[in-house]
């Protein structure tokens, strides 16, 4: 691959330094090339700037802009395929998986969706002002209208767990609504983030509506949260470069939307203890752990602990680790040796501050290369425990006993994070009220589900601002009040 840039409809060679993808699997080098310089990130800025003044693509119509937009999703389903390789290779997500559903062929149909739904929102909606107020003592009628119109330039910056979708998410409801765009992928998964701008140019988008950097470091994303020419800043990742985000965005008060850490709860009901060993299979599985909403704090009653970790130990002592284009693994690597790392430091804490370990644990012996750690379940003692507290960001699990509901809805709310949760019980009215007194930004009963038309984001440290459904297009559209008299 030889361009690093899409900047105002032309491809463009880098000209910062060099970008090394590697592959987590093998730990092999397998894409190098001159990143976008900061010069060539600003350029992509004021071509997304020009193009938005100019109206070349805030004038169209909805359905004008809709119809170059299916032309552009269009022109991504058949690379859908070899997207799938180049995510197994740059992100390490197991080929054969049910991750790589949600990494490729779910985004491409929530595209079509998001662009259907926006299509369904009114441009004004009539304010509910009281009758009595509609007309003056004047005897003039009076009508207030909510006017929904572009934000303008939009940076996009996309995560590197699940690269493909975390841009298609932002670069979709941002165009659709008439902004222009310029995305930036993580520079450890950047690769998939060239298909949009082959998509562009088969599409016919206009030139400078939607723009693609790559780059090597830090000093291009740091510009497009900071330059006065970009009107929002979408971004998925850790919380911690979320907050930088805020402070740099602040000088010019641009709009934001935050995906953000978690460290989201799963409460098991009394009787329901039987489902805790797939559900933990199923949270270090997917996509080994990396993922901001799974549910990596799991309460179950005290009583039943030690049976519950029986169960664990039984289900996950068969789980297959591999190279992610093994169609046998189950568990591929994460996606750096710094992330490994972090994996086995917070195991060594949660040791340290009394918890133990029940399964995994540790880098699997027969793995010499790779970034590669075990399925891992730990006893905590208490939500206070590091490994409780902190984002892991891998395949790490906590167990931790509750003594009452009361107590388990405490302790799951005790967190400076607050993305997701879940609830499982047969006794639906019970886990009901359960689900109810979480404080989270999505909360699941029994049942999670993952649609173009229901909003998720995150409270308090994951994040602000909503993605899909209609908060999440609305989030891309400045709205102003008409009041009209006559």
């Known amino acids: 691959m030889a361009h690093a840039g899409y900047i105002d409809g032309s491809f463009v ?3 910062g330094d060099i970008l090394t993808v590697q592959d987590p699997s093998t730990e092999e080098e397998f894409e190098r090339l001159p990143g976008c ?37 269009a022109a991504l389903i058949p690379r859908g395929e070899a997207l799938k390789d180049l995510i197994m290779r740059e992100a390490g997500c197991p080929r054969h998986g049910h991750s790589m559903i949600m ?23 009539d304010n509910p002002v009281p009758l009595a107020q509609r007309v003056t003592p004047q005897g003039t009628v009076m009508q207030s209208l ?22 298609l998410w932002k670069v979709i409801p941002a165009l659709i609504a008439g902004n222009t765009v310029v995305l930036r992928p993580s520079p450890l998964t950047p690769l998939s983030a060239m298909a949009f701008a082959e998509a562009a140019q088969e599409a016919e988008l206009p030139p400078g509506v939607l723009n693609v950097v790559l780059e090597s470091g830090l000093e291009g994303g740091r510009l497009m949260t900071e330059h006065p020419a970009i009107d929002m800043v979408g971004f998925t990742g850790s919380s911690g470069v979320g907050v930088h985000i805020m402070s740099q965005a602040a000088p010019t008060m641009k709009r934001l939307q935050l995906e953000l850490g978690g460290k989201s709860a799963q ?40 049976e519950v970790m029986e ?24 996606i750096s040796a710094a992330q490994r790392d972090r994996c086995e430091r917070f195991t060594q804490l949660a040791v340290e501050n009394g918890g133990r370990v029940i399964t995994g644990g540790k880098r699997p012996a027969n793995l010499d290369k790779g970034f590669f750690f075990e399925a891992t379940v730990l006893d905590l003692p208490d939500n206070a425990n590091p490994a409780a507290q902190e984002e892991i960001f891998g395949p790490v699990l906590g167990i931790i006993g509750y003594r009452d509901l009361d107590h388990a809805v405490a302790m799951a709310n005790d967190s400076k994070f607050g993305l997701s949760g879940y609830v499982y019980g047969k006794d639906k009215a019970q886990a009901l009220k359960v689900g109810l007194a979480i404080r989270s930004g999505t909360v699941n009963v029994n049942a999670g589900m993952m649609s ?35």
């Open 146 to 167: 909510r006017r929904f119109t572009p934000v303008g330039v939009v940076s996009a910056i996309a995560a590197y767990n699940y690269p493909f979708l975390t841009a």
């Open 267 to 306: 409460i098991f009901l009394p009787d329901m203890v039987e489902m805790v060993a797939p559900a933990a299979l199923g949270a270090c599985t997917a996509h080994a752990g990396q993922g901001c909403a799974i549910g990596t704090r799991i309460f179950v009653p005290e009583d039943r602990k030690a």
């Open 452 to 486: 173009s038309y229901i909003s998720s984001g995150g409270h308090r440290m994951s994040g602000i601002g909503r993605e899909r459904g209609v908060e999440g297009l609305r989030i891309y559209q400045q709205q102003s009040n008409l009041n009209l008299g006559g």
């Open 103 to 125: 990494q490729v062929d779910q985004p491409l149909r929530q595209a079509l969706e998001t662009i259907d739904l926006f299509l369904g929102l009114p441009e004004t909606e």
């Open 13 to 15: 060679t880098g000209k």
């Open 37 to 73: 310089a900061t010069a060539q990130v600003e350029s992509a800025v004021l071509a997304a700037r020009k193009a938005f003044d100019s109206g070349i693509w805030s004038d169209k119509t909805a359905q004008e802009r809709a119809a170059v937009l299916r032309r552009f999703v």
């Open 311 to 334: 169960q664990v130990a039984e289900r996950f002592g068969s789980v297959r680790v591999g190279p992610a284009d093994d169609p046998d693994t189950q568990l591929g690597p994460v």
